[in-house]
């Protein structure tokens, strides 16, 4: 059964700084590709960052770009997105989602979320 449990989330003012953690387990994760989605009140779902597990290729939203980093730690089993430059359009519940990398498209574990807010 896999399982993914976020933490990382709480408050912080525009400028600032979180680092969110995905802890994965129930598996190996080397064929899946991981990933961040956060949602905001009254908006859809969307695409953050994702990271394939074995060759660390990364790819993230425009909207973030330059300010988030994703990454993994094997050891760990554990994914990271380092926020930079927060901004108030940034607030949202942050999901960790993982789906094996062969298969493109709908992602099909995710963790509970955590919420990240920043104020302006």
């Known amino acids: 059964q896999v399982q993914l449990v976020e933490s990382g989330g709480g408050w912080v003012q525009a400028g600032g700084s979180l680092r969110l953690s995905c802890e994965a387990s129930?598996?190996?994760?080397?064929?899946?590709?991981m990933a961040w989605f956060r949602q905001a009140p009254g908006k859809v779902r969307e695409f953050v960052a994702s990271i394939a597990w074995r060759s660390g290729f990364t790819d993230y939203a425009d909207s973030v770009k330059g300010r988030f980093t994703i990454s993994r730690d094997n050891a760990k089993n554990t994914m990271y997105l380092q926020m930079k430059s927060l901004k108030p359009e940034d607030t949202a519940a942050y999901y960790c989602a993982a789906r094996p990398t062969v298969v493109a498209g709908s992602y099909a574990y995710w963790g509970q979320g955590t919420q990240v807010t920043v104020s302006s």
């Open positions: 129930g598996r190996t994760f080397s064929t899946y590709t």
